[in-house]
């Protein structure tokens, strides 16, 4: 076995890393030979010096340990260390061997770049390949002693010794400022990092050629004055650095040669520009471009060239005009508009062409201008290139009010309902000049700008106070005042009803007119086109009302006519003689002439004679009824309703019914004619015919009712039964017919038809079908003719055992009783006597056992049931009870239970189950 350290190495397997340098020691250990075995280290085919350490035991058995002590390095990459063992005893030595697994430092690095010079703005590949390195090797790059970032992305691959081979590849983009740089490339993995080696350094130096750098000298600029000489230069750098042309720009336009006498070019190692008698024009940024053999350069830069010139002004007005009165203050500035130096030493100010004081600032500030301030103003600026022309004038404006006003009515007098104007004079527009003018009514301002004030209409709220001023953009003028009135001319505010009236029996009666008129007027009223205000029927009262601006109204009278009711015969008034004409009339006045009102006076009473164009109406449902017409006599003329079942159908004096009658719509139809004094009513009675429909049911065990509903309701009945005509077992009650079939029996089974006639038609059949026989409690299931036989003959055979199963049963109770000496006495609790049945002794009922129909079809006594038939509402039927008698089986007992029929309907009828009620 192989150890390290005391360590059992499994044989085959790899052992590290070790770092190069690093000293190993390994041991190799055999037991149990004999002799005492070999023991040997190879590395390869080269034996390793080692030490033997043996021992042996009592049996001359050995156990022997070779160690190996070496220094690692790069030659044992890779490498396999193996022990062999061999004595005589063995034909084949043992070997058990590890690989070592060994880290090294870089062997080599190399850097590769261009190989000649690159255009800048070119990109260049520069390679670094690190080999014999494990771990692989780490390439970092350095521009100059700077180190790159980001550093590129680096590849390894795995060599035939076991290193790596690492490359890395840095892509640049080189500018001018990389011309003689250089790259580095060093190389390391953690080998040299841990054993604290110099890693591995190369260098690449690059080559850039680029095109002129130019700089515009000087660089601060160049101040000169006007008509003097001004020289600028353009220094460069470039490789290679012959400059092979140069051409000079202002403001970014490209100088030609020749084409300004006063400008001249020279020079190529130091480019030249000289500017002969400057003036403001040749104001500017100077540049130049050189070139050389890559391309051309332009500056970076240019050369501010400030010529110096006298200022040329403006005046600027803050603000151009004001009011007069505002106490506002106004600025003029001499502002200069170009000139070089900006600032002025001095200005000088003219006001219309006359000049003003002198002063050295540049702005005058006047408050609260009058309006003699207005005028054109000027002004001329120093700087230190001397005075300038002078400005061009500027006009100041000082605003003022229009003058006074006063106000004229044309036309007077106002009169209501016509047109009125009034117009507002003025002297002195102001300034600027009124275009507008403010109008006031009472304060209020009316919606007018013009100087004419046209009022359309005149009423009661267009008198009064009338303001007006002229209005230009400083503001309204002072204001002249006119009062306006306004004469209204006769009116008529309460007309006269043009229909009036009161009952015949009234104790007041009044009617009032109201007349509008200022100046006031006069009021006379007529009866028939004769005055009455001298008759003493009447009395007429006067009243004077103010005007009343909330509607508009001016003075007005208002005249009451009364009657004297105590001076008219009977003290009541005639339906006919009183109906008469009123008109209430006024005198005319300055305004306009007189005007009336008439009313139409009726005696009112209720409505009279209430009568329908026909009051009875016999109609076959389904068909349409024609119309119906309503009429009374009153005054005021009658309101109509129609009602039917107390509900309003109609609202006019004809009744249109224009659909298909129904029967519900039968009965009276309500004509009311009413009006403010009362009502009356006449009816119309319509009477809707239709065929019969018919109900059958049963009333009992043998009797069937068929119920028929018609209109006429006297009707005719025909009872069939399986479509045979049925006799007279029928009694006829007005609208139903009762059918007695008499007793149960098996005949009386089938479909029972009933059909009713009347004078419109006949009704659709109405069908009761009976089905069952004849059993203990009435009606049983039913079964054809064949069945029917063939059951006949089984009952009687089950009828004939029976008597003698019962006989036999007697005759054994009997001994029985005889043999015990002392018979007991048959009790009973009221039940009915059944045939054939005998008690228990206690009273309880022995019933045939289910599997024993043969009393099925025994007849049994029981009260007949009377009344209607009602709904099944429990699961009564007929029950039987087993008792079981000692040595003779069972004795049948029955119990009476609610007998049960069963219906079937056709037509229009569901089937229903039955239960008759007993008394």
């Not at 009687?796 to 036999?808: D, E, G, K, N, R």
Request: charged share 20%.
């Amino acid at each position: 076995m192989i150890m390290k350290d005391g360590n059992v190495l499994q044989s085959s397997t790899t052992v590290g890393p070790f770092i190069e340098g690093t000293t190993l020691s390994l041991e190799c250990r055999s037991t149990g030979g004999k002799p005492a075995p070999e023991v040997t280290w190879w590395n390869g085919s080269e034996s390793l010096p080692s030490r033997l350490s043996t021992t042996e035991d009592d049996l001359g058995i050995s156990n022997v340990t070779s160690s190996t002590r070496f220094v690692l390095s790069r030659g044992d990459l890779g490498a396999k260390l193996r022990c062999k063992v061999k004595n005589n005893a063995i034909t084949k030595e043992l070997v058990a061997w590890v690989e070592v697994d060994i880290h090294v430092k870089p062997s080599s690095l190399e850097i590769e770049g261009p190989p000649g010079p690159v255009v800048a703005g070119d990109t260049v590949l520069l390679t670094c390949t690190i080999e014999g390195a494990k771990p692989s090797g780490k390439a970092t790059w350095y521009n100059q002693s700077k180190i790159v970032e980001p550093q590129p992305h680096s590849s390894s691959e795995l060599m035939s010794d076991g290193t790596f081979k690492t490359v890395s590849q840095l892509e640049i983009s080189v500018s001018r400022f990389d011309h003689q740089g250089t790259f580095y490339c060093k190389g390391t993995n953690p080998v040299v990092q841990q054993k604290g080696d110099v890693p591995l350094l190369k260098s690449t130096d690059l080559e850039i050629l680029y095109l002129p750098v130019v700089v515009a000298q000087p660089v601060g600029g160049l101040i000169v004055k006007e008509t003097k000489e001004a020289k600028f230069f353009c220094s460069f750098d470039a490789n290679p650095s012959n400059i092979t042309g140069v051409t000079w720009y202002k403001d970014g336009v490209e100088l030609v040669n020749g084409e300004d006498q006063r400008l001249e070019v020279s020079g190529s190692e130091v480019p030249t520009l000289t500017i002969r008698n400057v003036s403001r024009t040749n104001r500017g940024l100077y540049h130049c471009s050189l070139r050389n053999t890559i391309g051309i350069g332009n500056a970076t830069n240019a050369v501010d060239v400030n010529v110096l010139y006298p200022p040329v002004v403006q005046v600027i007005l803050l603000p151009t005009s004001v009011n007069e009165g505002d106490n506002k203050s106004v600025t003029l500035v001499c502002d200069i508009v170009d000139g070089n130096p900006q600032n002025l030493i001095r200005a000088r100010w003219y006001k219309n062409q006359e000049r003003l004081d002198e002063l050295t600032e540049k702005e005058i500030i006047w408050q609260n201008l009058k309006r003699n301030f207005t005028a054109n103003y000027s002004c001329e600026g120093e700087n230190s290139a001397g005075w300038g022309d002078r400005s061009e004038p500027k006009e100041l404006i000082v605003n003022y009010l229009p003058g006074p006003t006063t106000v004229i009515e044309q036309s007077p007098p106002a009169v209501k309902g016509n047109p009125a104007s009034l117009e507002c004079i003025v002297e002195d527009l102001g300034r600027p000049p009124a275009t507008a003018f403010r109008w006031e009514h009472s304060s209020k301002v009316l919606p007018v700008t013009i100087q004419k004030l046209t009022i359309a209409s005149m009423d009661i709220n267009t008198i009064g106070d009338y303001t007006c001023s002229a209005v230009n953009a400083v503001g309204a003028g002072p204001a002249g005042k006119f009062y306006l009135s306004v004469e209204a001319p006769p009116a008529i505010i309460d007309y006269l009803p043009k229909m009036n009236g009161v009952p015949y029996d009234a104790k007041t009666i009044s009617m009032f007119c109201r007349i509008e008129c200022d100046p006031l007027c006069e009021v006379e009223w007529f009866k028939n086109e004769e005055s009455i205000k001298d008759s003493y029927l009447y009395s007429i009262q006067k009243s004077i009302l103010p005007a009343d601006e909330s509607k508009g109204y001016f003075t007005s009278v208002v005249s009451t006519l009364k009657w004297n009711m105590t001076a008219w015969p009977g003290g009541s008034l005639d339906r006919e003689l009183d109906n008469a004409n009123y008109t209430c009339v006024s005198s005319g006045n300055n305004a306009g002439p007189g005007v009336s009102t008439s009313s139409e006076f009726r005696v009112e009473f209720p409505p009279e004679n209430v009568t329908v164009s026909v009051e009875h109406i016999d109609i076959l449902e389904g068909d349409v009824p024609g119309n119906i017409n309503c009429s009374a006599i009153s005054w005021p003329p009658s309101e109509y309703k129609w009602k039917f079942s107390s509900i309003i159908i109609g609202h006019s004096s004809q009744l249109s019914l224009n659909y298909s009658i129904s029967r519900e719509r039968a009965g009276t139809y309500e004509c009311v004619a009413s009006n403010r004094h009362g009502k009356a009513v006449a009816n119309t009675v319509i009477n809707v015919m239709y065929n019969p429909k018919c109900t059958i049911y049963q009333d009992g065990e043998t009797v069937i009712v068929c119920q028929a509903e018609a209109n006429p309701d006297i009707v005719d009945f025909t009872w069939m039964k399986n479509n045979e005509t049925l006799g007279d077992h029928s009694v006829e009650e007005t609208t139903r017919s009762i059918l007695d079939l008499g007793d149960s029996r098996l005949e009386h089974f089938g479909k029972y038809y009933c059909i009713v006639n009347n004078s419109i038609g006949e009704s659709v059949p109405c069908m009761l079908e009976l089905t069952g026989v004849v059993g203990t409690a009435g009606w049983g299931p039913g079964f054809g003719d064949e069945s029917l036989i063939i059951i006949v003959a089984v009952v009687a055979a089950i009828i004939v055992v029976f008597i003698i199963v019962v006989t036999i049963i007697l005759m054994i109770v009997r001994r029985r009783t005889h043999g015990s000496g002392s018979p007991k006495k048959n009790t009973y609790d009221g039940d009915p006597v059944y045939q054939n049945a005998d008690r228990k002794e206690n009273g309880s009922p022995v019933a045939e056992p289910e599997n024993k129909p043969m009393y099925e079809n025994m007849t049994f006594h029981q009260k007949r049931p009377k009344g209607n038939p009602s709904f099944l509402t429990n699961n009564e039927s007929m029950a039987c009870d087993d008792l079981s008698l000692p040595n003779s089986g069972a004795k049948p007992v029955f119990r009476k239970h609610t007998p049960t029929l069963t219906f079937a309907k056709e037509g229009n009828y569901i089937n229903e189950t039955f239960q008759t009620r007993h008394k």
